[in-house]
């Protein structure tokens, strides 16, 4: 079974400092992978993922995620934060099933908190 | 297009109580999704329907029941409701072949 590994439960980075948060997955195939973000309150939203092809990809609001498989990583970047940034952020690898659809399983989540 | 909707978002139930939390969806997607999201775990989930028709477990389907009433519709029904079961419930459905899943905006459930 696939499983998601996030092992910052929480970051703090200053206004205007870069960020990477990590994940890790496991997988047997050639994964999906996701970045959401969820803002207090709120409901997740896409930031970017991957299906195949270049390894580095590009999402909303300047995060990027690269894609290593020898290290089954999929890090999060941003090279200036924002205050706005300030939210929980999930890592997801999408899986298919034998049955007739695929599901994702997410991490636990990485809270970010940008000090001024 | 309002994407994703739930119903309600906010909802406070006595131990042994029913209800049905409802899901709809206008972007004429073929799967739907139900999760919880509780402190420190992520997103679980709980059932799911590939398409009109069908249900399959999740990772935590236990205490809960799905039905899928159309192709838009997609409710998750907690028959006798436990402080366990509160969590915050997000409902998803999904594109066709790229795997993106889109998310409505929660409900909130407290269970005394």
């Known amino acids: 079974a696939q499983s998601v590994t996030q092992p910052d439960i929480h970051i703090t980075v200053s206004e205007g400092a870069s960020l990477e948060l990590r994940c890790n997955y496991s997988y047997g195939a050639t994964p999906y992978l996701f970045w959401y973000v969820q803002s207090p309150g709120q409901g997740l939203q896409l930031l970017l993922k991957?299906?195949?092809?270049?390894?580095l990809v590009q999402g909303i609001k300047g995060f990027e995620a690269e894609f290593k498989r020898s290290q089954s990583s999929f890090n999060l970047r941003k090279p200036s934060v924002h205050w706005s940034d300030a939210a929980e952020y999930f890592c997801?690898?999408?899986?298919?099933?034998?049955?007739?659809?695929?599901?994702?399983?997410f991490g636990k989540g990485t809270m970010l908190l940008v000090s001024p | 297009n309002a994407g994703v909707t739930q119903t309600p978002k906010f909802q406070v139930l006595k131990t042994g109580q029913s209800m049905t939390l409802q899901c709809a969806q206008d972007?004429?997607?073929?799967?739907m999704y139900w999760y919880r999201q509780d402190p420190g775990m992520g997103l679980r989930l709980i059932y799911y329907?590939?398409?009109?028709?069908?249900?399959d477990k999740g990772e935590v389907p236990n205490g809960y029941n799905v039905s899928r009433l159309n192709k838009r519709e997609f409710s998750l029904r907690l028959e006798s409701a436990a402080p366990s079961q509160t969590s915050v419930y997000f409902c998803?459905?999904?594109?066709?072949?790229?795997?993106?899943?889109?998310f409505g905006p929660g409900t909130r459930l407290l269970v005394l």
């Open positions: 972007m004429n997607h073929n799967s």
């Open positions: 997801a690898v999408g899986a298919l099933r034998v049955s007739r659809d695929s599901t994702l399983t």
């Open positions: 329907s590939a398409s009109e028709g069908t249900t």
């Open positions: 998803a459905s999904r594109t066709g072949g790229q795997e993106t899943q889109y």
């Open positions: 991957y299906f195949s092809g270049d390894t």
